[in-house]
């Protein structure tokens, strides 16, 4: 049966990733390899290889799911690593919102019935900029370039949509497809 590897995420506000973008000049020329400023984004729900017969009822459940939630304020702060400073993979700028952890839990909640786990690790708002190449920057000396960078505020957007993404593996990085777009509630206040 054909598959298609997707997620559900949010994309980051165009001048707010290209604020964030200011730091590829601090983290070494080549040694990151930067996600392109639009592909850059929150993933509320990772799915993994769905078969493509599976993709209408995950629709059906996210839009009953997002039904009636309201659009949410994030603000792009900070910077980090994944796994750590000795050993950097990923890294990743933090979002920061009270109603993210709220929203993504729709979306676990709506899944999980059909047969999408829960993350085993804990939600953590951010969205990946860039990978390691080369880690010419890594254990102190990449702990005191993020501290520079700790409490460093890139923006603030408000997340007015949540979008189910296909997402194809190329070399030159992964392109991302809207599947579907679910648009949220105006706030109120």
């Given at each position: 049966m054909p598959t298609l590897r997707a997620f559900v995420g949010v994309p980051v506000?165009?001048?707010?990733?290209?604020?964030?973008?200011?730091?590829?000049?601090?983290?070494?020329d080549g040694a990151v390899r930067w996600i392109p400023a639009e592909n850059l984004h929150l993933t509320l729900k990772f799915l993994g290889n769905v078969e493509?017969?599976?993709?209408?009822?995950?629709?059906?459940?996210?839009?009953?799911?997002?039904?009636?939630?309201?659009a949410v304020p994030v603000t792009a702060a900070g910077l980090g690593v994944f796994p750590d400073a000795r050993r950097p993979r990923v890294l990743w700028v933090g979002l920061a919102g009270r109603e993210l952890a709220r929203l993504a839990g729709r979306v676990e909640g709506a899944l999980k019935p059909l047969g999408f786990e829960k993350a085993a690790t804990a939600f953590r708002p951010h969205a990946t900029i860039g990978r390691w190449?080369?880690?010419?920057?890594?254990?102190?000396?990449l702990r005191e370039?993020?501290?520079?960078?700790?409490d460093r505020e890139f923006g603030t957007f408000r997340i007015d949509e949540v979008t189910l993404f296909r997402s194809v593996l190329q070399p030159a990085g992964a392109v991302y497809t809207a599947l579907e777009v679910f648009p949220l509630e105006p706030?109120?206040?």
């Open positions: 506000d165009k001048a707010v990733a290209a604020r964030i973008y200011a730091v590829r000049t601090a983290f070494g493509e017969a599976q993709v209408a009822s995950i629709r059906s459940v996210l839009r009953e799911a997002l039904a009636g939630a309201v190449r080369r880690p010419e920057l890594r254990g102190k000396d370039e993020l501290a520079r960078w700790r706030a109120t206040h």
